[in-house]
């Protein structure tokens, strides 16, 4: 390493980021000061990228968990050549529109692997980056072809260590033993209030060495050989994720080095030519970047663009020896669906007891993972519940690293090529690891847990909206018929809360054949990820004869069965189980000689998504007498059934009790509905 060029490339970044921040007059100096030799570390001497092509498949990743920093990333984006982080992009650091937002937001263009900022998120995803690398790998990589082969790298704080979805992913990561995933934990001992010391004391050594994580200590983190000998050792354990924790001083350099103060504020006047003048910085050239080092900089330009074609022309000859192999990896490289993927899912026949659209929804499930190979996920502990285990297609697990007796309990390979992930009781960690998956390209995760621990993992669903993953929440058990656990297991507020989510489509299908369609439409659908919600009590199979057909949902909404005579006078609208319910009613009504129209909005999102045409005929504006009901909250039903409308669901907790029992008596019934439309 030549030390001058070194040093003079880390106080670059360092006096970049700065000037990023001081333009903009907000943002967090104290850590890109602080870890800015670990960034370059990283950056300049360990990584494979390519800044040409910032989505070259096999490229090393780079997650900032420490979001607040992003100075540092952009920093770093531009100086080491990724063309869509210009200059004036940094200059435009926290405004309207910019590519440089407060924290980090998914743009892999710019070289922004994922959006950070929620301390402990970055932490997490990371390990779903890293499974997704280690999944491939194990599936597609042959003797002499490893195609699939990179490590996932992050940078972590104080912070994202105090988080609990942190602990959850670290639990997982050892048990995993992903040896690929190498973390340099920020150890300045300094969060936003003070020092770390009045919170977290624990020995986070220890910690990380009873969860089966490799800990390798550096001392001072300026000491440029020290990071790079600890990266190499890190990379040198295959069999345990690397926690690198290096001592670093928070505004290092700043008159306010080693305080709270250096961490989110802009530096006065008067502290920024103290800290220029300690780095021998011009002072009055804001963003100034020496020849010298950015010619340095930009050297890396031309080895990853040297180590890409490299990899291309590896992935030829694999074609060359490995065609269906490398056919199907190509395609799930490309996100494509392949040719044939929604033949041969289930067809319900019409059956008035029916199924609960839970268990129909694994059914659907085993069916689209045997045609789609970039289909993988779990659940939290809940498999035999969610139906959502994937039969013969294995768990994923570190070779060996299961006793004798799981042999029995999975059906498959107990290796790194299962499809199946047993996150355990981590809800949170599950999530965030599912943006990871699909952030790292490949494959497409799913995650199911009980509907009312959504709650759990909002703030992973939520960066997964952000983030535009492509993933799918399965939530079961998705009403107050979940019966005799009561309150705490019973969701009331969940759909209002998921539908107020952007970028979040949420789907509850009224029967199995909706389930199917439900599915087909969660894997067509990018931009954002889909929650499918689902029964855990049986609901009739309806005759589609009778009425319109289950694709219907495809619009979001549609009407199901229409007046028996005339124009209708009264619309009812139902979602999921309580469909059922509307039809019956009706029936009676229309016996009655009220002419009733039932509609089905099974997806919010989606009707909202058609032309205004479409949404007139379902629900014409001139047909204003209308009632909802649905098994939650009413919160936001007038929408649809408007000022004159009635809307019947759950305002309250529910009630420890059978599942029918409970629904009728909050209101979930035939008669309540029938009395409450005329």
Not at 536 to 544: G, L, M
Request: a negative charge.
């Amino acid at each position: 390493m030549d030390k001058n060029i070194d040093q003079l490339c880390v106080d670059t970044i360092r006096m970049l980021a700065l000037d990023t921040v001081q333009k903009a007059t907000s943002g967090h100096p104290g850590m890109p000061l602080g870890a800015a030799p670990m960034a370059y570390t990283l950056f300049g001497r360990e990584m494979r990228y390519n800044p040409e092509n910032p989505r070259w498949f096999n490229r090393d990743r780079f997650l900032l968990s420490a979001g607040h920093g992003s100075a540092l990333l952009y920093a770093l984006l531009h100086l080491f050549g990724f063309e869509q982080m210009t200059l004036q992009e940094l200059k435009r650091f926290r405004q309207w529109e910019s590519a440089t937002p407060g924290h980090p937001e998914y743009e892999p263009d710019y070289g922004v692997e994922t959006t950070t900022g929620p301390l402990g998120q970055g932490f997490a995803t990371g390990i779903g980056v890293a499974i997704a690398e280690a999944n491939l790998a194990a599936r597609y990589n042959r003797r002499g072809y490893n195609i699939i082969d990179h490590y996932t790298y992050a940078i972590v704080s104080d912070g994202d260590l105090m988080e609990g979805v942190a602990s959850e992913g670290a639990s997982l990561a050892g048990h995993l033993k992903l040896g690929k995933l190498i973390y340099l934990y920020d150890d300045n001992k300094i969060s936003l209030s003070g020092e770390t010391l009045i919170a977290f004391t624990e020995d986070v050594r220890k910690r990380f060495e009873s969860y089966g994580w490799q800990v390798i200590q550096v001392e001072d983190g300026n000491d440029l050989a020290a990071l790079y000998a600890a990266v190499e050792e890190a990379k040198g354990d295959t069999h345990h994720p690397s926690l690198v924790m290096v001592s670093t001083h928070i505004g290092y350099g700043t008159p306010v080095q080693d305080t709270f103060e250096a961490h989110g504020n802009p530096l006065k006047a008067e502290q920024l030519a103290e800290t220029k003048k300690f780095y021998g910085w011009p002072p009055d050239q804001p963003f100034h970047i020496p020849e010298e080092a950015l010619s340095h900089f930009r050297k890396r330009v031309k080895e990853g663009k040297k180590a890409e074609n490299a990899w291309q022309e590896l992935f030829q000859e694999y074609s060359n020896a490995h065609p269906s192999e490398a056919r199907e990896l190509s395609g799930m490289m490309e996100g494509s669906l392949p040719e044939g993927w929604d033949e041969g899912l289930p067809v319900f026949d019409p059956d008035p007891k029916g199924v609960a659209t839970r268990k129909a929804g694994g059914q659907v499930l085993n069916a689209l993972a045997g045609n789609i190979p970039s289909l993988v996920g779990g659940s939290a502990d809940l498999d035999p519940s969610t139906n959502t285990a994937l039969k013969g297609m294995g768990s994923f697990q570190p070779e060996g690293q299961c006793p004798a007796e799981c042999q029995g309990l999975v059906d498959g390979p107990l290796d790194y090529r299962g499809r199946n992930i047993a996150f355990g009781v981590r809800e949170h960690t599950m999530a965030a690891i599912m943006n990871g998956v699909a952030l790292h390209g490949g494959l497409i995760p799913f995650g199911a847990t009980f509907f009312v621990f959504s709650d759990y993992l909002k703030p992973s669903l939520r960066i997964g909206c952000i983030s535009r993953c492509h993933n799918v929440y399965v939530f079961t058990h998705d009403s107050v018929g979940v019966g005799e656990d009561g309150p705490t297991h019973q969701p009331v507020e969940h759909l209002a809360a998921l539908r107020a989510v952007p970028r979040l489509t949420v789907i509850r299908p009224a029967d199995a054949n909706e389930t199917r369609e439900a599915w087909k439409l969660a894997l067509l659908r990018r931009g954002g990820p889909t929650a499918l919600v689902l029964s855990r009590q049986n609901v009739p199979i309806f005759d589609r004869t009778q009425y319109s057909g289950a694709e219907g949902i495809s619009r979001g909404g549609y009407v199901m069965a229409e007046a028996s005579e005339g124009e209708a006078e009264l619309i009812i609208l139902a979602t999921g189980s309580e469909v059922h319910l509307a039809l019956e009613a009706h029936r009676l009504l229309n016996d009655e000689g009220i002419r009733v129209r039932v509609v089905n909005l099974a997806s919010w999102e989606i009707f909202e998504e058609q032309d205004e045409e479409y949404k007139n005929m379902v629900l014409p504006p001139t047909l204003t007498r209308r009632v909802s009901i649905e098994a939650g909250a009413t919160l936001g039903w007038h929408k649809y059934v408007g000022v004159s409308g009635e809307a019947i669901g759950i305002d309250r907790f529910g009630a420890s009790a059978p599942g029918g029992e409970a629904l009728a008596n909050l209101g979930i019934s035939v008669d309540n509905l029938v009395s409450r439309a005329k």
